[in-house]
Each structure stands twice: as C-alpha cells, then as structure tokens.
C-alpha cells in the first residue's frame, strides 16, 4: 500500500457531515427513543395473550351447556342454588378484598366460577342458606385463607362441597328426580343417584340417562354430554391440560375394569363407572384447575392417575357411593410433592 | 435464672401475652379434642389447672431436692398423682362429664403445658411465683377452651352449656362437633390474636407499643 491512498480517501469525509444522510427506515428505530435509550427487562420476554380473566370467563363460557341442561332438568330449584352461590361467592369476594385492602378482583371471574361449580355440584334439593354457608367458605378459607388466586393449595369449589357434606350429610345425600323424569305416581321425590342405587341396592342404570342427564344427581353432574362439550371446547382452547382428563378416565376405566373383569356381578363395569356421578365434571372443570394441579406434563399423567385410582377405591369399598371431590382434594393435596418429583431437567442438566 | 417479673405481670401473661394455647400452642390435643360442648371445654380447663397448680406448688417446694438427672421423671410422677386425683374426683362427682371426656382427662398428664411451665419455671422460681404463674397460665387455658367450646357448641349444636338458644330455623354444621371444626376454629382465633398483636398495625393507629 503506498502513502498516496490514505491522503486521497479522506477529502470524502469531511463532505458526510455537512449532508448528512437520511437513515434508511429501520423497524428497530422506534425502540431507540432518546428518553428509553436501552430496554433492560428480566425473563419472560415473550407473552401469551391469555390473562386470568380471559381464561376464567373461557370456563364459565364451557360451563353453560352444564348450566342450561341443570335449569331444564330441575329448573327453580336450580335457578335458586345456582343464583344464591355465585351471589354469595361475589359479595363474600367483595368483603374480603375490602378487608385485605387489595384492588376488586371480581371481574377476574374467579369468584364467579367457584360458584357456579359449588352449585353444580350440590343436590337439587339443597337448602339456600346451606348453599351460601358452602360459597362464602369456598371463597373466605378455601380461597383467601391461603392468599388469593393462584395461592389455594385446594379446589375452593371442592373445599366449599367438603365443607357442606361434613356439616350437612344428609341434605347433601339427598337427591331428587329432575322434573322432567317424574312419575305422576311415585310417592315421593327423592331418588338415589345411580351410584347409589349400585351401591346400596345393586341397581344399574341405563347409559342413555346417564348421558343425557334425565336422572337424579347434582345439579350440574347428571348429563355426560353437556359436561363433554364444554370440556372439549376448554381443551381445544388450551385452558385445561389434557392430559389430566385423560389420564383421570383412563385410570378410572382401567382401575375399575380390573374389578369388573375379577367379578362382574359384584362390581359395576368401567363404562358405567366412567357416565355416572360427577367424574365427568370434576375430571373436566376441577382436576384441571391451573392452580391446584401440577404444572409439568408428567405431573398431569400422574395427578389424574392417582385420582382415577382413589375414586375407584372409594366408590367401591368406601362408605360413600361417590369419590370424585376426594380424590380430587387429596390429589391437589399431592401436588406441590408432584411438581417437585417431575422437575424437567434444565438444559444440558446432568442429575446424578 | 429466677423470673423478675413484677408479681402482676407474673399472673396477667399467661392470659394474654404468653397464653399457652394462642401464644406458645402447648396443650393442644385437649383444646382440640374436647371443646365440641362449652361443658367439656370448663371440665377440661378446670382439671388442667387444678393439676397445674398443685404440680407447681409441689415442684417449687421441692425444686433444690429433686436432683437434676432424673427432674423430668420426677415431675412426671408428681403430676401423674394429682391427674390420678382429678380424674377420680371427675368419676365420683361428675360421672356424666368424665364419661364425656373419656381418656382425655388421665392424657392431661402428657400435656406439654403441665410439664413445659415445671421445667421452664416452677423448678426455677420460689412456691408463690410458681402458683400465681400457674394460675395465670390455667387461667388463659380455661378461657381458650371455653371459648372454642362455646363457638363450637353453638354452630355445632345450637346450644350453650347445653341451653338450645337457636331456634328450630337453624341447622347445625356437623362439621364443628367434629376434628376439622376443631381446627378451623383455633385457627381462625390464633390468627384474630396475631392479627389484633401485629406491630405493624399499630404503628398504623400511631401508637407505638
């Protein structure tokens, strides 16, 4: 290189500042603003569109085929436990964030959806004080006891059923025949639940009731498919892990089968086990809570199977015709021992 | 070594600032276990205390004689005598009572409260200090207990002291005669007492304590 090529280049330059050229339009150009010269924000740098809200008011939107199916089947008697428990579950929500003195969180829907699956959960025939006794201790121990949302170590909805079936056992074994299904000459009302009727006096009931829901139950249990379609709709959507319906059937299916298969007079047969009481709908609505079921895919297949197992235990040799609220409650009581057990690696972990 | 408590304060903070249940949680399994009546819950204060009282007043007499290795067995001894006492004095008198506490009146004498204030305090401290500790101490129990019974029994039964108060409208909650009732109650009332003790809430009112 000779001397001659520097003193050559640089006459240019001095030109460059005197005009100085327009920036070609760069898309990152709105990130350097002068007031924001350098954006510094710890992890999560990419955001779902999903917020709490939206994802409650998604399984209140599932819940409605539920919902419409218990004012058809039992119709006042469902308007008033449905109205009285979200109701309930509002204004104990209200109070309790005025005395936390934290922002209103009811239109985060949450509060609405405890309610609305306390009431689907309780007999027709249900006393309203009782049902709002159950919502306000779903909402004030259940719930905020332990911290708010996302902090409940248990289903609020579940709890509040624990906590009325320990308090009122009667009442809350005591089911009738949705209106549509009465006869004009039965003596009474009441009815037991299909699971009850196997139970105690060794009665099968037919799938097509069990499926369309024309039987005697919990508000909201008693119609497979209604449960079904707002179900699938919630999976397809994302807001409920798969895997834990799946895995909570599955395992209630293969559980009882095997019983079945050692002795089909004494036990009922998976199916029946799978379309009767409330499995569909805690498998769909309650097992699936984001809060209280573990977070990592393998946790989900052994949260459902562990539930699907003790509701079989339950339902065959436990004191109760149903399990599903207990193997659920225990089952969240396993979670946070699951989540740990299940721990993905981190990248490139070598676990000894 | 010796407490140097001022003789009130000596007495006022078993009640409160030390209660044995609300404060240091000793004794639950009887608080627990009994308080579903209001009944059983002054049955079961009143024996502890008595047992309470006449341990104390016997370990602090004899607390330079006992010698220190074998102090625990000693103790229990001494309060195994006077639970022996209570508990035969109970089915004498008041059969109906002792029926319904059953075993739990010969357990008062593995109540961590009896043995916890011998160790922590009769066996360092003269015999009038030691009682009116004790006193205090029976004092904030039978008061825990008659308290939870009394919360209990009218959720539960709809009663106090077996007296029906509420009408026929009300539906008890079987849940409170029951073990979870039990819990839920002393834990609701422990955190009421954590929250009414919060420093920090105090500072809000503007006082300092």
Known sequence: MTEENIPQAQPEQPETPKKPVKPKKDPRAKLYKPETPLILASSPHFHTKDTVPRIMWNVVAALVPATVLALVYFQWAAVGIILTSVSSALIAEMLVNRVRGESFTIPDGSALITGLLLALTLPPSFSLGGTALGSVFAIVVGKHFFGGLGYNIFNPALLGRAFLQASFPVPMTTWTWPLTARYADVDGITAATPLGLFKFEGVTSELSGLLTGNISGSLGETSAIAILIGGIYLLIRKYADWRIPLSFLLSTFLVSGVFWLISPESYPSPVFQLFSGGLMLGAFFMATDMVTSPVTARGAWIFGAGAGFILVIIRLFGGLPEGVMYSILLMNAFTPLINRYTRPKFFGEIRA | ?209
């Open chain 2, 1 to 209: 070594m010796s407490s140097t408590l001022s003789l009130k304060t000596e007495f006022i903070k078993g009640i409160w600032k030390e209660n044995p249940v609300m404060a240091s949680l000793l004794g639950l399994c009887p608080t627990l276990a009994v308080t579903n009546a209001a009944n059983n819950g002054l049955a079961m204060g009143l024996a502890t205390t008595f047992v309470l009282l006449s341990s104390s007043l016997m370990i602090s007499a004899l607390r330079n004689f006992i010698p220190h290795q074998v102090r625990i067995a000693g103790y229990i001894v001494i309060i195994a005598t006077f639970v022996t006492v209570a508990d035969r004095f109970l089915a004498a008198y008041f059969p109906v009572i002792s029926a319904s506490l059953g075993p739990y009146i010969p357990l008062i004498v593995v109540n961590c409260l009896i043995l916890g204030r011998q160790e922590a305090f009769s066996s360092r401290n003269g015999i009038g200090r030691s009682l009116l500790d004790s006193l205090g101490m029976g004092i904030g129990f039978i008061i825990v207990l008659v308290v939870l019974g009394i919360i209990r029994e009218i959720l539960g039964s709809g009663s106090i002291f077996g007296i029906a108060i509420l009408g026929d409208w009300f539906t008890p909650w079987m849940v409170m005669i029951l073990p979870p009732g039990a819990f839920l109650t002393l834990g609701i009332l422990i955190a009421l007492a954590n929250w009414y003790n919060d420093p920090s809430r105090s500072k809000e009112r503007g006082t300092v304590s």
